[in-house]
């Protein structure tokens, strides 16, 4: 009688196999599913680090680089193959022995795409400034309007913001942080609102301070109306782009460009005393008015944070915002939202992410 030995090799690689048929026909939507976040989620990650990386370069006096990210292709590989062998025996007790393998391999090779910002889309996006018609705009949709500010204006009517480059007067004008503070205060209290007039020539946009009749929004109106040179019972004010206090009982508003943005949160980095001492860079230009916190606030350290929102090495040093700071954060978020919009066109297209599904 004829013996046969049966030798059935079974792994859960040949289980894989078989199962991916019919039952893995979904995992292109799953990866898709999935992916789509992680890949939104790195892209922002990686935004976040380079504002920090441009920021701290700037404060030791190097130059800012700008990538943008023009693509993102994940491909992925998944197949499957099994293998069924039967050899007889030639010496000893006769037989044969059936052997069943299985193999399963599965890649994923992502390819990114990043361009250099360079040349007249560089002077476009990043050096020149922003109009005040596509600044304040964005303190109409919820965004603070002092950060906004302090981040994206130099002057208004002649009041002075800090700069790192003003001399004995870097520190910016007391009356300046006081307006920008009394403007938030009239946000929060709805006392403020924005008016935008557009036509097929140009836009123009107001101050509007709305009818109130509480008596504690009434005076800090009041206190607007006097710091930007208004009318006494005046209710709203045409913002244009200046210095000084223009004509017609307007207001003119000196905005920064992008890389100004940078370079003013940059100069209120406090650094190693010994950074400054041996010229690697400047002192930090000091914070005045009622908020005397910079609008980030950036730490140093000799070794990487337990925890951060976003960190970086560089020259040496650690340096990071700090996940508990909500005011630095959300200061970090409308620059990098700031910046979006002084791109507009004049960037490449955004991002285009392939995810295959099938």
Same mark, same amino acid.
């Given at each position: 009688?004829? $013996?046969?030995?049966? @030798? $059935?090799?079974?792994?859960?690689? #040949?289980?894989?196999?078989? $199962?991916? +048929?019919?039952?893995?026909?979904?995992?292109?939507? @799953?990866?898709?599913?999935?992916?789509?976040?992680?890949?939104?989620?790195?892209?922002?990650?990686?935004? %976040? @680090?380079?504002?920090?990386?441009?920021?701290?370069?700037?404060?030791?006096?190097?130059?800012?680089?700008?990538?943008?990210?023009?693509?993102?292709? *994940?491909?992925?590989?998944?197949?499957?193959?099994?293998? +069924?062998?039967?050899?007889?025996?030639?010496?000893?007790?006769?037989?044969?022995?059936?052997?069943?393998?299985?193999?399963?391999?599965?890649?994923?090779?992502? /390819?990114? /795409?990043?361009?250099?910002?360079?040349?007249?889309?560089?002077?476009?996006?990043?050096?020149?400034?922003?109009?005040?018609?596509?600044? =304040? &705009?964005?303190?109409?949709?919820?965004?603070? !309007?002092?950060? =906004?500010?302090?981040?994206?204006?130099?002057?208004?009517?002649?009041?002075?913001?800090?700069?790192? =480059?003003?001399? *004995?007067?870097? +520190?910016? *004008?007391?009356?300046?942080?006081?307006?920008?503070?009394?403007?938030?205060?009239?946000?929060?209290?709805?006392?403020?609102?924005?008016?935008?007039?557009?036509?097929? %020539?140009? /836009?123009?946009?107001?101050?509007?301070?709305?009818?109130?009749?509480?008596?504690?929004? @009434?005076?800090?109106?009041?206190?607007?109306?006097r710091l930007l040179g208004m009318a006494p019972a005046a209710r709203e004010v045409e913002i244009v782009?200046?210095?000084?206090?223009?004509?017609?009982?307007?207001?003119?508003?000196?905005?920064?460009?992008?890389?100004?943005?940078?370079?003013?949160?940059?100069?209120?980095?406090?650094?190693?005393?010994?950074?400054?001492?041996?010229?690697?860079?400047?002192?930090?230009?000091?914070?005045?008015?009622?908020? /005397?916190?910079?609008? !980030? #606030?950036v730490r140093s350290g000799p070794s990487q944070p337990s925890t951060s929102y976003v960190s970086l090495?560089?020259?040496?040093?650690?340096?990071?915002?700090?996940?508990?700071?909500? %005011?630095? %954060?959300?200061?970090?978020? !409308?620059?990098?939202?700031?910046?979006?919009?002084?791109?507009?066109?004049?960037?490449?297209?955004? &991002? #285009? !992410?392939?995810?295959?599904?099938?």
């Open positions: 009688m004829l $013996l046969v030995h049966v @030798r $059935l090799v079974v792994t859960w690689l #040949v289980l894989a196999v078989v $199962l991916s +048929a019919p039952g893995c026909a979904g995992l292109g939507a @799953r990866a898709l599913n999935r992916d789509h976040l992680e890949y939104a989620a790195a892209l922002a990650d990686a935004e %976040k @680090r380079e504002a920090l990386f441009n920021i701290v370069r700037l404060r030791y006096g190097d130059h800012p680089v700008f990538l943008s990210t023009t693509q993102v292709i *994940s491909g992925y590989t998944f197949e499957g193959s099994t293998e +069924a062998r039967v050899a007889g025996e030639t010496s000893g007790e006769p037989g044969a022995a059936l052997e069943a393998l299985g193999v399963l391999r599965y890649s994923d090779h992502p /390819t990114f /795409t990043f361009a250099p910002v360079t040349g007249e889309q560089f002077a476009e996006s990043y050096i020149r400034p922003l109009s005040p018609g596509q600044l =304040l &705009p964005l303190a109409q949709s919820g965004l603070p !309007i002092d950060v =906004l500010l302090r981040l994206g204006v130099q002057s208004i009517s002649g009041l002075q913001n800090s700069s790192p =480059l003003g001399g *004995s007067a870097r +520190a910016g *004008s007391p009356d300046f942080f006081l307006l920008v503070n009394q403007l938030r205060n009239l946000q929060e209290a709805g006392g403020l609102a924005l008016r935008v007039q557009a036509d097929a %020539k140009n /836009t123009r946009i107001f101050f509007v301070l709305r009818e109130e009749n509480d008596r504690d929004i @009434r005076h800090i109106q009041d206190d607007v109306r782009y200046g210095s000084g206090q223009p004509s017609g009982g307007r207001v003119a508003i000196l905005t920064r460009s992008v890389l100004g943005m940078l370079g003013e949160v940059a100069a209120q980095i406090e650094i190693p005393v010994e950074d400054v001492q041996t010229g690697r860079a400047q002192p930090a230009v000091p914070v005045i008015g009622a908020d /005397t916190r910079p609008v !980030i #606030v090495s560089y020259g040496g040093r650690w340096f990071w915002i700090e996940e508990t700071d909500f %005011k630095s %954060k959300l200061a970090l978020s !409308i620059l990098d939202l700031v910046r979006n919009v002084a791109e507009g066109s004049h960037s490449p297209q955004a &991002p #285009v !992410i392939t995810i295959p599904a099938g």
